[in-house]
């Protein structure tokens, strides 16, 4: 990370920039009220930092040995920059004071069961609404989703999500499995899903990333935090920061039913939000896998500090094609979030009184 002088020019600045690019890295140049910070984004044993230290306008050269920098809390504090990342969709902040509520679907089934799920979870008070048109699923033998159908039946099924979004005013998001989908998805959109199961590939969050889009990364099951943080960073190296990050339960440990379908790790939200300025938020429905733990679980997030969370929906969940067992209906989903907001109120206000 070089740290530049306060009055650095803008020449300095660029001629920084050009010395790393030179070394065959990339910069990541964040302007804060007083000073400008340069971000080294690459392969940095190819760089003699002591050559950095020279240059006009260089204040600092500091090593930040953490695999997440540009995400981290360190780098934002170094040139003064944000504390909370607040990512615009449309109108909704997400990382503001009130939480956010993403609602929708498993599995977009039809143009019908879509449009029904879309205008109960508007009138239930959410804000996004979600669809999964490629579905990650354990066998090739189940309903893959929509997606699954060829070009064309995923053109349609993305147009109807678009379509529902745009009659209940509701910014809407879809999963990528892979590459090839990446750019036809982007197009329908406001914020692009990467799934549990692929947070680990990194060509694909590069290729995400470079849509400028806002992203919402999903933790794998079985990543670290510190792993999903290093993983979260391939975005960020591609300049794009808008990045929601979903918390969704890890595998379960010891013996016998575990009862739920993942452990649904709360604590890594305020852990989370101590390393970085990225906003989390908590999915209680792939976490528990059970219809009956979504009320008290999308509670508990939110007293965590989770700045809004993902719930599966449906108006007939024995229905649903995928995940029928952990969806709630669009009354039970205004039951959450009202008592969400109600919580999220005291949180807020005990947080600023400093407790
Ligand atoms: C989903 O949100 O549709 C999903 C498949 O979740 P996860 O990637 O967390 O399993
Ligand atoms: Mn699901």
């Known amino acids: 990370m070089i740290i530049m002088k306060t009055d650095a020019t803008q020449e300095q600045i660029a001629q920084v920039v050009k010395e790393i690019k030179k070394y065959g890295l990339r910069a990541d140049v964040s302007r804060g009220a007083y000073r400008t910070v340069i971000g080294l984004v690459g392969d940095e044993t190819r760089i003699p930092f002591d050559h950095f230290a020279v240059l006009p306008g260089v204040r600092e050269v500091r090593m930040v040995d953490i695999p997440y920098k540009l995400i981290s809390r360190e780098y934002s504090k170094s040139f003064e920059g944000l504390e909370h990342m607040v990512i615009k969709v449309g109108t909704i902040e997400i990382g503001g004071k009130e939480p956010v509520f993403i609602a929708g679907p498993c599995a977009v089934e039809s143009k019908a069961q879509l449009m029904k799920i879309a205008e109960g979870v508007k009138k239930a008070g959410a804000h996004i609404l979600r669809g999964g048109i490629f579905k990650p699923r354990s066998s090739v033998h189940s309903f893959q989703g929509l997606g699954a159908g060829g070009q064309e039946e995923a053109e349609e099924a993305l147009e109807w999500l678009r379509e529902a979004g745009e009659k209940f005013e509701l910014p809407v998001i879809t999963e990528v499995r892979g590459e090839t989908q990446v750019d036809l998805v982007a197009e329908y959109v406001d914020i692009i899903q990467i799934g549990a199961r692929n947070m680990y590939d990194q060509d694909l969050l590069t290729q995400v990333a470079k849509k400028g889009k806002p992203v919402l990364l999903k933790r794998h099951f079985g990543a670290g935090i510190e792993?999903?943080?290093?993983?979260?960073?391939?975005?960020?190296?591609?300049?794009?920061?808008?990045?929601?990050?979903?918390?969704?339960?890890?595998?379960?440990?010891?013996?016998?039913?575990?009862?739920?379908?993942?452990?649904?790790?709360?604590?890594?939200?305020?852990?989370?939000?101590?390393?970085?300025?990225l906003p989390v938020i908590v999915d209680p429905s792939h976490a528990t896998g059970r219809r009956d733990l979504i009320f008290n679980m999308s509670c508990a997030a939110i007293a965590a500090g989770a700045s809004g969370l993902m719930i599966e929906v449906h108006y007939n969940p024995v229905e649903a094609l995928v995940d029928a067992q952990q969806q709630i209906t669009p009354d039970e989903l205004k039951d959450v979030i009202d008592a969400c907001r109600r919580i999220n109120k005291v949180v807020v206000s005990e947080r600023n009184e400093g407790v």
């Open 227 to 277: 792993e999903f943080l290093s993983f979260t960073e391939y975005i960020a190296a591609e300049g794009n920061k808008d990045i929601v990050l979903c918390e969704r339960g890890i595998v379960p440990v010891g013996k016998g039913r575990s009862y739920t379908r993942y452990v649904l790790d709360l604590a890594s939200v305020p852990a989370i939000q101590k390393e970085t300025y």
